[in-house]
């Protein structure tokens, strides 16, 4: 017996919205990583300590920002899930919402990612252009 889906794949809403959905972050993609990428200090990379820690806040507030910021990623996540199958940037997004949720190693993930020569050779021509030094890896 074949269950009813919970919503009708003929609307053009729908398609409207997966459209609308892919273009934004598609557009936040294209903006937010070079944006990120050059912000980088040269020797972020180098030393463990990862970014500068935040000034401390009630603990209430800080677990309301975390538990934000992971479900934001989730929501991206299964966003950018079902874009590999729909119209959309899906591993773009999955990108994304890898680098909101908390994850053990995701530096270690980052460091190997950006060892690779030649996105190593992209970014620094990126950062080169926006007048940043080179990555320190």
Same mark, same amino acid.
């Given at each position: 017996?074949? &269950?009813?889906?919970?919503?009708? =794949?003929?609307?053009?809403?729908?398609?409207?919205?997966?459209?609308?959905? !892919?273009?934004?972050?598609?557009?936040?993609?294209?903006?937010?990583?070079?944006?990120?990428?050059? #912000?980088?200090?040269?020797?972020?990379?180098?030393? &463990?300590? +990862?970014?500068?820690?935040?000034?401390?806040?009630? =603990?209430?507030?800080?677990?309301?920002?975390?538990? !934000?910021?992971?479900?934001? #990623?989730?929501?991206?996540?299964?966003? +950018?899930?079902?874009?590999?199958?729909?119209?959309?940037?899906?591993?773009?997004?999955?990108?994304?919402?890898?680098?909101?949720?908390?994850?053990? #190693?995701?530096?270690?993930?980052?460091?190997?990612?950006? !060892?690779?020569? !030649?996105?190593?050779?992209?970014?620094?021509?990126?950062?080169?252009?926006?007048?940043?030094?080179?990555?320190?890896?």
């Amino acid at each position: 017996m074949l &269950e009813r889906l919970p919503f009708d =794949p003929g609307d053009a809403r729908l398609w409207g919205v997966a459209f609308a959905l !892919s273009v934004i972050t598609l557009a936040a993609g294209l903006f937010l990583i070079p944006v990120v990428l050059i #912000g980088l200090e040269p020797d972020h990379f180098v030393h &463990e300590r +990862g970014l500068p820690r935040p000034p401390r806040r009630h =603990p209430l507030v800080h677990a309301l920002l975390v538990f !934000s910021r992971n479900a934001l #990623g989730l929501f991206l996540l299964v966003l +950018g899930v079902a874009m590999l199958v729909l119209p959309g940037q899906g591993l773009l997004t999955i990108i994304a919402a890898l680098t909101l949720i908390t994850l053990p #190693g995701k530096r270690r993930l980052a460091r190997y990612l950006l !060892s690779r020569r !030649s996105l190593h050779r992209l970014v620094d021509r990126l950062r080169a252009r926006a007048g940043r030094p080179p990555l320190q890896l």
